[in-house]
């Protein structure tokens, strides 16, 4: 009998050392079998004849929980925006609006290709955004923001240093390596100054003993990152060097105003960078300069950031952004087309630790794969054509048809596949509503 899942007769852009195959690739038991594959008989089979096949984008700066907030926090000034619009919307949150949150941020991304995501969540509640994140099928490394300090200017009531760490123990023994693996807890500090270096510790040593990867935010906003230098800890990455969080397992949203001290830093001790260039244009934050960072040997990833500063997850948006953005600054040839797609895959299996598992379409790797048509108009014409220009530049979300998460078929012909779209959709508008009114507006 035939089993397991071909797609067949693609494009495919393996992002390993075969480089670009005409082909086919064979998954089983969750993984990429063969590549390109002879012709099988299979139970699932997908036409890819006109399409991409490409390994799942991995976005290494999320907030799930603020997808339920599109919209509502546009054209505001960083500090402005977090004291007017998104504390009081992130501490409004209940149960059932982090679910619906997270369920409509899941299926925007799993619909657009971004089959891996590094999410920070509020302060609660993270449980519930697991259980969404195992029912709609997406690969997931998830933790609620740790804020025991508080931030002048940006006030949000945390947790306690004892309620949060007790919180991350339960959610380590909960959900740490569920679905297979697939699920998996990120040390997630909001920022260096919200978390008290106690806090610090033991997040760096709670991510040494369970392999985990953290996940804070540094050197967004060019105002904030100077006058927290001119406090006790000194610059953003020094006072994460102090704490013995600046290593591999970090990654690091945004990183926009490095200074040549901390880029030494962040190269000479392997941590990530996590380019967000929506949100830091939309924020007025400034331009990473990534090209730097690039030639300077630091890996960087890519990310959207929430939906309440990026509006939308599209991790192909973003690919072109991050591509565009640079090359006034850097040059025409500065951010080619395989670079921003290198950093969409391989970069963020890097930052996450999951190179061996993601990023690829290798045999022996999860089989974590996109489909992406060109046959519309704005894909056209093919012939001779170069594979990564089409992705980057001109394919977008309505061009992702299948989607497959550790060989699981999650997106189908463009339909959410795991979940009803429509039931996500009215949960949100309701879920939206009720929040809006728990905040008085
Ligand atoms: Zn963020």
């Known amino acids: 009998m035939a089993d397991g899942l071909l797609i067949a007769d693609g494009t495919v852009l393996t992002g390993g050392p075969a480089g670009v195959v005409l082909g086919s ?214 006072a994460l060097d102090r704490y013995g969080a600046l290593g591999p397992a970090l990654v690091m949203a945004h990183g926009v105003w490095l200074d040549a001290t901390e880029r030494a830093l962040v190269r000479d001790r392997g941590a990530h960078i996590c380019h967000c260039p929506s949100s830091n244009l939309k924020l007025a934050s400034g331009v990473a300069p990534v090209p730097e960072y690039l030639a300077a040997g630091i890996n960087v990833a890519l990310g959207t950031d929430g939906a309440a500063c990026s509006n939308t997850l599209s991790a192909l948006d ?20 395989p670079v921003v797609f290198a950093m969409a895959t391989r970069g963020g299996a890097r930052a996450l630790g999951l190179s061996d598992r993601i990023g690829s379409i290798e045999v022996g790797k999860a089989a974590d794969l996109v489909v992406v048509s060109r046959r519309g108009a704005h894909c056209r014409p093919t012939a001779g054509g170069d594979p990564y220009s089409d992705l980057v530049y001109a394919c977008g979300d309505r061009d992702v048809t299948d989607v497959v998460v550790d060989g699981r078929h999650v997106v189908g012909d463009g339909h959410l596949l795991t979940q009803s779209l429509p039931d996500i959709l009215d949960g949100a508008e309701r879920e939206r509503r009720a929040l809006l009114g728990r905040v008085g507006r």
């Not at 933790?143 to 949060?164: I, K, N, Q, S, Y």
């Not at 565009?324 to 500065?334: E, F, S, V």
């Open 25 to 238: 690739v064979y998954v089983k038991d969750g993984l990429v079998v063969e590549v390109p594959s002879r012709r099988r008989r299979a139970s699932t089979v997908i036409d890819a004849s006109g399409c991409l096949v490409v390994p799942g984008f991995v976005q290494c700066h999320v907030h799930l929980c603020q997808t339920l907030f599109r919209g509502l926090a546009d054209d505001m000034d960083v500090v402005e925006w977090l004291r007017e619009r998104i504390w009081p919307l992130e501490q409004a949150h209940n149960e059932a609006s982090i679910r619906a949150s997270a369920e409509l941020g899941i299926a925007e991304l799993l619909l657009g290709g971004t089959t891996t995501v590094l999410g920070m969540e509020t302060t609660r509640y993270t449980d519930v955004a697991f259980d969404a994140a195992a029912a709609l099928g997406i690969r997931a490394r998830l933790g609620p923001a740790l804020m025991d300090r508080l931030e002048p200017g940006t006030e949000m009531v945390g947790r306690g240093t004892d309620e949060a760490i007790a919180d991350l123990h339960a959610l380590i023994s909960d959900w740490n390596g569920a679905a297979g693996g697939r699920l998996g807890v990120a040390v997630s500090p909001r920022g260096p100054r919200n978390a008290t270096p106690e806090l610090w510790a033991e997040c760096v040593g709670l991510a040494a003993r369970h392999g985990l990867v953290m996940h804070t935010h540094v050197n967004e906003n060019r105002e904030q990152a100077e006058r927290l230098a001119r406090d006790g800890d000194g610059r953003d990455v020094h």
């Open 318 to 337: 973003e690919m072109r952004l991050a591509a565009l953005l640079h090359k006034p600054t850097a040059g025409p040839a500065a951010m080619a087309a």
